[in-house]
């Protein structure tokens, strides 16, 4: 049995930052991926439509399922170093990255009581930003 096992761990898929990833209907582009590119992390390969509040943000990740969920700032920041590979792959299956004068995305990382961490995929910046302003999101899985 072990044998077996391990004969079909040897046929698992590897990836590489940038692929896309589509298996079992979760489908994404890898942003992050381990030495062996058999794990990793993909980012959903569409967000929802307009601006959100944080709290709002939270509440539409709590109610995603099968492992999607709303990035850390370190992930986003992971994603930052990658994003033009992934943006590219993005825009090949037509769901680009939002790329406007307020592009930034939210993470689940609280920076005080009244502000979270965001992200901009356009110029880097990242900072903390009031739980009231409006900003993008989109989900996250591991595989």
């Known amino acids: 049995m072990l044998a077996l096992g391990a004969a079909l761990n040897l046929s698992a898929q ?62 986003l920041m992971t994603l930052l170093e990658v994003h033009k590979v992934v943006n590219k792959k993005l825009c090949e299956v037509g769901r680009k990255l939002t790329i406007t004068p307020n592009n930034f995305y939210w993470s689940t990382t609280e920076f005080n009581a009244d502000c979270a961490w965001i992200v901009c995929m356009a110029t880097g910046s990242t900072g903390g930003s009031y739980k009231g302003n409006p900003f993008n999101m989109r989900a996250v899985s591991k595989f």
């Open 14 to 75: 590897s990836y590489k930052v940038g692929d896309y990833y589509n298996v079992d209907g979760k489908k994404g582009v890898v942003f992050e991926v381990s030495e062996d590119g058999r794990h990793g992390t993909i980012i959903a390969d569409s967000e929802p439509e307009g601006l959100t509040t944080w709290h709002k943000a939270m509440e539409w990740g709590k109610q995603l399922k099968d492992g999607w969920y709303i990035p850390s700032h370190k992930e």
